[in-house]
T-cell receptor, first 116, second 117 residues
């Protein structure tokens, strides 16, 4: 059962363009929605995250848009650079569960390639 | 600050062999996790330990066992490896805020690439 659905599977964007990756979730108990960036041969690293009490969060060129009613969230990478070429994973978890840990449910990933 | 350290980085096993993947974190985190990553499937939770002394099954626990050795270390054991367990395995850890009311972000190790032939 795929609780977090991610699209597209792969994406090619020109340098300077906008990369957009979308995710949808099913479990309304999720209260934390991070995006992880993974380079080949490395572990995932947290890129940016959002809680459901806000509709948008921006950090530099990276923005998360969150639509609670639609149970969807997306990552926008502005002015995409070749160095952004990586695999991106959306995820969801329940942060406000003290003692329960931060168990992440991941999307299937998007391979982003930014071309010159 | 090393973060989350996994050993080994690569391993090839024959079907039926056993092995233990080691993980250690130096961030004083309470919770630790084992995920596996397969092409087109993202990362899936195998087992986790919410706190020292406790372990629980995740989404795909069959064929694995875990041990929370102490607060720093969490190992994953394959008793009788199968080709279906060929994957990249990631260990992660997370903590809690000062009040203990909310979990914090998860940090991942560099992964162990396991091939079972």
């Amino acid at each position: 059962q795929q609780q977090v659905k991610q699209s597209p599977q792969s994406l090619i964007v020109q340098k300077g363009g906008i990369s957009i990756i979308n995710c949808a979730y099913e479990n309304t108990a999720f209260d934390y929605f991070p995006w992880y960036q993974q380079f080949p041969g490395k572990g995932p690293a947290l890129l940016i995250a959002i809680r459901p009490d806000v509709s948008e969060k921006k950090e530099g060129r990276f923005t998360i848009s969150f639509n609670k009613s639609a149970k969807q969230f997306s990552l926008h990478i502005m002015d995409s650079q070749p160095g952004d070429s990586a695999t991106y994973f959306c995820a969801a978890s329940m942060m406000e569960r003290p003692g329960g840990g931060n168990k992440l449910t991941f999307g299937t990933g998007t391979q982003l390639k930014v071309e010159l | 600050n090393a973060g989350v350290t996994q050993t080994p980085k690569f391993q090839v096993l024959k079907t039926g062999q056993s092995m233990t993947l080691q993980c250690a974190q130096d961030m004083n985190h309470n919770s630790m996790y084992w995920y596996r990553q397969d092409p087109g499937m993202g990362l899936r939770l195998i087992y986790y330990s919410a706190s020292e002394g406790t372990t629980d099954k995740g989404e795909v626990p069959n064929g694995y066992n875990v041990s929370r050795l102490n607060k720093r270390e969490f190992s994953l054991r394959l008793e009788s490896a199968a080709p279906s367990q060929t994957s990249v395995y990631f260990c992660a850890s997370s903590g809690a805020d000062r009040a203990g009311t909310m979990n914090t972000e998860a940090f991942f190790g560099q992964g162990t690439r396991l091939t079972v032939v």
